[in-house]
């Protein structure tokens, strides 16, 4: 299950949510020896991919990378190369949530304050069979690596959620690649903000605004502090439309623009 679209020099899986939900099954099943990395990708990161290269690099090294956000189906189209489904990190941590299967255990890291243990409440409410081996703000900071481990491994988890925004938790999760595997994390993934959706710290848009592909605009009128991030959005349709116009072309980071 590889690439079927290449924005900006980054792949992206052609997955549903059900088909990622499937592969993690599958490598918990086939491979637990190993650690697998998810990446869900939005056009911020990619735009932020352009002039981190070690971003880009874990972004292209994950073994699983879905489309969160509308910019990226829609990109996608514009390129030839449509992908299927929208896969956002809050829907896939629900769909993780809603398995029955005891090899599925979930360790939430990072967010603020109480978030993370907020969040796990709220999924055992929606989904009492869920399995949710611990919990822990922790930080990225390498003082804290030894306990977030030393938990982890404790817990017995199997996936792990990292929320320490991106690119951060991204490539703290390459980084801690051998270690999280010794400690039995056969799935880990960065989610951003989901906690605090999940915790109903921050409030999700309305199902059929998320539908028409405004949730950006949405989250923009209720954190106006975000304004700088959607700035990247513009700068994202721009570097696409020229990937159309000149497909052959190599995007390297340093170029201006």
């Not at 939005?42 to 994950?62: G, S, W």
């Not at 605009?217 to 959607?230: C, E």
């Not at 990247?232 to 170029?255: G, K, W």
Request: glycine letters at 8%.
């Amino acid at each position: 299950m590889r690439a079927a679209s290449t924005i900006l020099g980054v792949p992206i899986d052609n997955v549903t949510r059900d088909e990622v939900v499937e592969q993690v099954s599958a490598w918990l099943a086939q491979e637990p020896e190993r650690l697998h990395q998810i990446v869900t990708t939005n056009p911020e990161f990619l735009v932020e991919a352009r002039r981190n290269t070690r971003f880009r690099a874990v972004l292209k090294a994950a073994d699983l990378a879905t489309a969160d956000g509308v910019g990226v189906l829609i990109a996608a189209r514009i390129l030839g190369r449509p992908l299927k489904a929208r896969v956002t990190g809050v829907e896939l941590v629900e769909a993780l949530a809603a398995q029955s299967d005891p090899a599925l255990r979930l360790f939430l890291l990072g967010a603020g304050p109480g978030i993370a243990e907020q969040a796990a409440s709220a999924l055992r409410r929606r989904f009492p069979s869920t399995s949710i081996a611990g919990v822990w703000e922790g930080s990225p900071g390498i003082a804290d690596l030894p306990e977030i481990l030393r938990r982890i491994r404790e817990a017995k988890a199997t996936i792990l959620l990292v929320a320490y925004g991106a690119p951060k938790q991204d490539i703290w999760i390459d980084e801690q690649h051998e270690s999280l595997a010794e400690c039995g994390i056969v799935v880990a993934l960065g989610v951003g903000g989901t906690f605090d959706f999940l915790a109903g710290a921050v409030p999700r848009a309305p199902r059929f605004i998320r539908r028409i592909g405004l949730e950006w605009l949405y989250r923009l009128v209720r954190q106006p502090w975000r304004w700088r991030r959607q700035l990247a959005l513009p700068l994202f349709v721009l570097l696409v439309l020229r990937q159309r116009l000149r497909p052959n072309h190599v995007d390297h980071q340093e170029h201006a623009w």
